[in-house]
Each structure stands twice: as C-alpha cells, then as structure tokens.
C-alpha cells in the first residue's frame, strides 16, 4: 500500500475484501448497546486508498479515512479512559488500543467484547503482548475497571 500523501511511503499489510459496510447486515450497532446515548459515531476505512484498523489514525498515521479526529474530539470532551472491544481483536481493536494509549489515554481492552482473525497465540496472543507492552490493560468483564464504568450514572 501506498501513502496517497507521499508515494516514497509504502507499507505492508493484508489485504482484506469488502466489509462491515454502513447499512448492511452485520455491521448495525447491536440492540444491546443504546445508542441513543452516543455523542458520535466514528467511521473508518472511508478511503480506499488506505488500510485504517484504528480508529484514531489510518496505516500511515493520518486521517484520510476517518470520519473525524477520535483523539481530538475525546479531549475535547474530557475523556481521559478508552474502553475497546469489537473485531477483529489482532488487527482493529489492537491498533486502535496501542494509538489510544500513545494518544495519551488509559486504556483497556475487554477480553469478552473481543473476537480475534486469529484466536492462536499467534494472533491474539501476539496482540495482547503488543497491547501490554505500550501499556495497554486487557481487563476481564467482571473486574475493577470495567466495573468502574458501571459506576458512572
């Protein structure tokens, strides 16, 4: 892949077919999470010519695919804690942890709202210690942080 802002700027990366496509099965918010109470939604991997696994920054750093500046927009409101979960747990949720994180805020990822391309300790196992090693926390459901958030009214 090429950086679309400086062609001497390649990068390796799997190359995945179409999916999660807004509107479509499969890619709808699930009606256990009440998104009435979302301030924004992020949507990322709008520029085809970028792979974005985060959802901070795309392969290259910038912003080209995102629908706006994640980062940005959580300091602004004073969030100072990232919760991630979702798909794909070694590629997405991985890389937008590690940013959070080197963006400055704490962050967990909750095993249980995770599932992985790879579920070996090739994959997943791989990303945990890439996640753990910048300081990540991968937390359980029922532990001390996750319960935290259940505090907050």
């Known amino acids: 892949m ?12 799997q190359l995945w077919p179409v999916h999660c496509v807004q509107g479509t099965r499969g890619a709808e918010i699930i009606p256990e999470i009440n998104s009435s109470k979302f301030d924004a939604i992020v949507e990322k991997g709008r520029d085809r010519r970028v792979e974005m696994y985060s959802g901070f920054a795309d392969a290259f750093g910038g912003k080209l695919g995102a629908s706006l500046d994640l980062g940005a ?20 949720v991985k890389a937008t942890a590690i940013e959070a994180k080197q ?41 001390n942080e996750v319960n935290k958030v259940r505090q907050i009214r």
């Open 2 to 13: 090429t950086n679309p802002s400086n062609s001497s700027d390649t990068r390796k990366t």
């Open 73 to 92: 927009l959580l300091r602004e409101k004073g969030i100072s804690h990232v919760y991630v979960v979702g798909l794909a747990g070694d590629y997405c």
């Open 103 to 143: 963006e400055g805020f704490e962050t967990c990822v909750v095993q249980e709202g995770v599932n992985s391309v790879d579920e070996t300790e090739k994959g997943w196992g791989e990303a945990v210690r890439a996640m753990e090693d910048v300081g990540v926390k991968v937390v359980g459901v029922d532990g």
